[in-house]
């Protein structure tokens, strides 16, 4: 299994109990991150890369875990397609970002709070707790499909 986007290894815990006989692998485009996650979890392979390309040959995971971190990518396409490559005949991509639609549940908690909506200077809304350039898109439902 791989955690695409693993940073200092927040979910590789749960999955490595989750999946007790999994092979877990973890990659993240931080160096820092990877070297803090390898601390954590000695036994696991975890690897940074370049946020282009991963360097797994074809087929090679049955699962594929991402963690809020396509809303962060330059070129979702491209790493859209770069975990559907590495899927084994029949594995998963579990995707999980936070939901952009209006009326969500992230969206009514963000009105709750007063200017929890901040502009940014390329006409991009964020909540207040994202920062500006770390958040690239905003998934919708419509978006996801």
Known sequence: M???????????????HAFQDAKIHGVDISKIAIEKAKRKFPTHHLESFDGLMLPFPDAKFDLVFSYHVLEHVDDIEASVNDIARMLSNGGYA????????????????????????????DGRTVLFFETADGHVRRMTSSDTV
């Open 2 to 16: 791989l955690d695409y986007g693993c940073g200092v290894g927040a979910w590789i815990g749960l999955l490595a």
């Open 94 to 121: 579990v995707i999980i970002f936070p939901c952009g639609n209006d009326g969500s549940f992230l969206d009514r908690n963000m009105r709750l709070i007063r200017d929890s909506r901040l502009p940014t200077a």
